[in-house]
């Protein structure tokens, strides 16, 4: 083999190993934004006023947000519903083979 066969070789060995690692990284199709070593602590009860509008907004509960090095707590608030048939899927920390993956809320 000359020098252009091998490192043709090698380059669709590496790509196949780097395609193969990511598909076997990846637990679900939820997207995180942050990692953490531990688990989170348990919420906070919080209080609220109830909307003026129900069907303009809804409660966002709080929850443990991570700085890197430990967590602290994000207060829960009514955020604008984007459509009046909208359902809010809750922030939430999920445990991962590699750790607790902090998954942000979303519109369903």
Do not use: H
Not at 20 to 30: I, K, L, R, V
Not at 60 to 66: A, K
Not at 80 to 102: C, H, I, K
């Amino acid at each position: 083999m000359n020098t252009r066969s091998i490192c043709s070789f090698l380059s669709i060995i590496l790509l196949a190993a780097a395609v193969g690692g990511c598909a076997n990284m990846q637990e679900d199709s939820t997207t995180f934004i942050r990692m953490a070593p531990t688990a989170p602590p348990e919420p906070f009860f919080e209080e609220k006023d109830q909307p003026e509008n129900p069907a303009a907004e809804i409660w966002r509960p709080g929850y443990w947000g991570y700085s890197g090095i430990d967590f602290f707590w994000v207060e829960g608030e009514y955020i604008p519903r984007p459509d009046p048939t909208a359902v809010w899927s809750p922030d939430r920390w999920q445990l991962r083979s590699y750790g607790w993956a902090f998954v942000p809320g979303y519109w369903e």
